[in-house]
């Protein structure tokens, strides 16, 4: 079975930056689309950014500009790097596969203060 674990995220003010990271375990890693996703206190969870098995990205409008996905396929391993973060970019961070045919991981906080 296939796992995720994300890691990287914390508490930082308006303005900061931070960096996510997604462990993948499992052989099919490089064969999918990534993406990474949140879920702000209340919300439903939402798309912030994919990224192709050849490196192509999409972003939400609301994190354009500010965070960049990439991936590792040598570590199996996707990344978050979220500049500018503002308060509204608060939430739990998780990863998935696109189809999202994994059980989600436990995700990561990440919390913006004013």
């Known amino acids: 079975q296939v796992q995720l674990v994300e890691s990287g995220g914390g508490l930082v003010q308006t303005g900061g930056s931070l960096r996510l990271s997604c462990a993948v375990s499992?052989?099919?890693?490089?064969?999918?689309?990534m993406g990474w996703y949140r879920q702000a206190p209340g919300k439903q969870r939402e798309l912030v950014a994919r990224i192709g098995n050849s490196g192509s990205t999409n972003y939400a409008d609301s994190v354009k500009g500010r965070f960049t996905i990439s991936r590792d396929n040598t570590k199996n391993t996707v990344y978050l790097q979220m500049n500018s973060l503002k308060p509204e970019d608060t939430g739990v961070y998780y990863c998935?596969?696109?189809?999202?045919?994994?059980?989600w991981g436990q995700g990561t906080q990440v919390t913006v203060s004013s």
């Open positions: 998935n596969f696109i189809p999202n045919f994994a059980s």
């Open positions: 499992g052989s099919i890693f490089r064969f999918n689309f």
